[in-house]
């Protein structure tokens, strides 16, 4: 089920993206040959007014095909792409990536006004209670119960639940002081942390550090706080959102550039299905929000100015705005191999990424290591 809601959401993304081409070429007088969703082996396909509908059996992306979008076979006609002024052949390939950040913001629009809840001031409200004490741990080895309020843990004081998660997941101390109220009186326990393995979203186990106590269940408790706004105010909060998630992209991209944030971060398709896996046990607000978030970062990541990508023909009618006068046939061939070569050592790159963040490659490795022995 997991599968067939990624490979629909997928689907809309793409579809979205190339209907923003699509719909302004033809405004703008462009002849489409064809509008594909997905790529490989035909399973459906028809013809209406011209252009050739398709559905292929491969759905990691589309492509509309335009009459006369290679310069080298432009053959002059008025309804041809080439044949259209660098203006307006920059409306058409800015439209997909526009049309995507539209969807990214009705995504958010939808997700305030249908409510989504809000963990961390549930988590707030609830404050950091424990709700359970797991047998033979160290917190019920140092005789913590169900109910006791934490305090604070060596000294540092918990507002909240993910407080004590952070620290003691980061700290590296042998012991911790554990400050808790119970029945109204203060009292302190020394506690040793154990080592526990934990799966991430992605089914990855990590060896973490662990007390031994989970919080008071915000179900249970009926503490979870829903947030959601009126249609009118959420018109504004998805605009805030939508910046928000723009501005962290870009910050994002240009800090794996100067190399403050790891390139391994990214993640491809195979990272994007783990994450609308998890999104789809949490609630559909939470779906809503991680929608919109790719839709915004296809439109982004889109927008980078290397060919074949939206924005690398855009950098290339900019210059020929610039100067006047297209780039020669053979520099623009030159600038589109090495385009497509950049482009495939990411899409090779980040797949390695999304493989190694769910261990695939460390079992393929340990495999062939087991195998030379």
Known sequence: MSLIVFIFILSILVLVHEWGHFITAKKCGVRIEQFSLGFGPKLWSRVHDGTEFCLCAIPLGGYVKMAGDERERCTGAGHEFFCKSAGLRSLIVLMGPVVNLALAYICFWLMFVVGYADMELSAQKVGPVVGQVLSGSPADKAGLLAGDKLVSIDGHALAHWPDLQDYVTQSTAAQLTVEFER??????????????????????????????????????????VVVRYGPVEALWRAGEELTKITVKTYVALYEMVIGVRSPKEAMGIIGMFFVIKFALSVGFGFLLHIVGVISASLAIFNLLPVIPLDGGHLLLFGLEKLRGRTLSVKVDAAVARVGFSLIIMLALFVFYVDFERIGLVERITTYVQHRAK
């Open 183 to 224: 029945g109204g009186r203060k009292q302190t326990k020394n506690i040793v942390p154990q080592e526990q393995a934990q799966k991430d979203i992605f089914g990855r186990e990590h060896r973490t550090r662990r007390l031994g106590v989970a919080p008071l269940q915000l179900k249970d408790a009926g503490d979870i």
